[in-house]
Each structure stands twice: as C-alpha cells, then as structure tokens.
T-cell receptor
Framework: AQKVTQAQTEISVVEKEDVTLDCVYETRDTTYYLFWYKQPPSGELVFLIRRNSFDEQNEISGRYSWNFQKSTSSFNFTITASQVVDSAVYFCALSGSGNNRKLIWGLGTSLAVNP | EPEVTQTPSHQVTQMGQEVILRCVPISNHLYFYWYRQILGQKVEFLVSFYNNEISEKSEIFDDQFSVERPDGSNFTLKIRSTKLEDSAMYFC?????????????FGPGTRLTVT
C-alpha cells in the first residue's frame, strides 16, 4: 500500500528563518513520483515540484529546495529565508506509474511565517 | 497559461438533492481526476478518467457518484443524493498523457455545502 506521512502538522517561524518540511513515503512500486503542492489560504492547490524515483538529484528553485533520499524514503522541502507569503498548507503526495496515477496525499503541514 | 476551471465556486444544496460539479480541463490533457478535501483534512482521491471511462476509483466513490465527459471540454462529477458528509471542497485535475511529466494541474475547487 502507498502512504505519505507528514509528521509536522503545524510549524511557526519568524520571517527570514529557514524551515524544512518533512515527508516520508511508503510504496512497493519501483517507479513512482513524488510531489509537493502548496495550498494558500485562498484554497487552491498549487503544484511546486515533481520528482521521479530514478532521479535523486536535489533541486533548487529560488528560495525553495528539495532533498530526495530513497535510502530513507524521504522527500523533504526547505524554504530558505521564509517570507510571510509562504504561509500556507504544504502537501506532499505520491503516485505510481502506468495506470496507477492517483495522488496519495499526506495530511499536510501548516506553515505560518510571522513578520 | 492554460488552466483548469471549475464551476460553481460554491454550491449549497439540501441533503438528498442531486448536484453536478463542472470542470473544464486543460485542452490537450487526456487524464482527468476528481479529489475532495473535507475542511481541514487531507486531500482524498475519488476517481480518475481516461479514454472515456473510469480508470480507477476509491472506496469513497460509491454508487452515489458518477462522472461524465459529455462533450470534448467538460468533465462533470454528479452526486445523486447528497449527504451531510459530502460537504467538502471538490477539486478537478487534469494531466497529459504518458511520459515522465504528467503532473496534475488542479482547478480552484468547488466548495459543496450540504445542509
């Protein structure tokens, strides 16, 4: 069975702090995909990143970076120099390949960045 | 930039009534999905649709639910007899066909309130 665990339900930081959101996944698939989505207070789901199981390179996009480690089944997300606009719920999700494309979601981490 | 649209943004209905939630996926996408998010909870997969048929559905997607692609653009979710517990945000998503890059793009959601 596939499962995504986001152990941190809420995180509160002060602006300009770095913050890491943890994501641990379980799957028996050899090919799978990991995602992060952002849900701001307005409610929409904003795609941030996709990683496939064969690509363990870390990725950096501006203040965002992602650390994928198959050995620990983790796909952590770091925001550097956080800003108030980063306040949102962040979801980690997992999908298989082929016909198994549904997204399995973690419970989300609510991030509050305070001025 | 192409986007997924959903109507209405908010639907209020009485228990037992039928509702139809509408989605217009991105035009060249071939996979379509419905997810729901009960307030404050995680996002849950309902159903995926490809080549004019359901490719996968969750245990939530019982006989009260149905999906349809009545024309070349719309993708609808029908709930035949709504229950109080159907109150949630319903998200439509679409993705391209095969290949490594098939992240799901989400619409803004329809908030369904069953009274």
């Amino acid at each position: 069975a596939q499962k995504v665990t986001q152990a941190q339900t809420e995180i509160s930081v002060v602006e300009k702090e770095d913050v890491t959101l943890d994501c641990v996944y379980e799957t028996r698939d050899t090919t799978y995909y990991l995602f992060w989505y952002k849900q701001p207070p307005s409610g929409e789901l904003v795609f941030l990143i996709r990683r496939n199981s064969f690509d363990e390179q870390n990725e950096i996009s501006g203040r965002y970076s992602w650390n994928f480690q198959k050995s620990t089944s983790s796909f952590n997300f770091t925001i550097t120099a956080s800003q108030v606009v980063d306040s949102a719920v962040y979801f980690c999700a997992l999908s298989g390949s082929g016909n198994n494309r549904k997204l399995i979601w973690g419970l989300g981490t609510s991030l509050a960045v305070n001025p | 930039e192409p986007e997924v649209t959903q109507t209405p943004s908010h639907q209020v209905t009485q228990m037992g009534q039928e509702v139809i939630l509408r989605c217009v996926p991105i035009s060249n996408h071939l996979y379509f999905y419905w997810y729901r998010q009960i307030l404050g909870q995680k996002v849950e997969f309902l159903v995926s649709f490809y080549n004019n048929e359901i490719s996968e559905k969750s245990e939530i997607f019982d006989d009260q639910f149905s999906v349809e692609r009545p024309d070349g653009s719309n993708f609808t979710l029908k709930i035949r007899s709504t229950k109080l517990e159907d109150s949630a945000m319903y998200f439509c998503a679409s993705s391209e066909s095969d290949g490594a890059y098939y992240e799901q793009y989400f619409g803004p959601g329809t908030r369904l309130t069953v009274t």
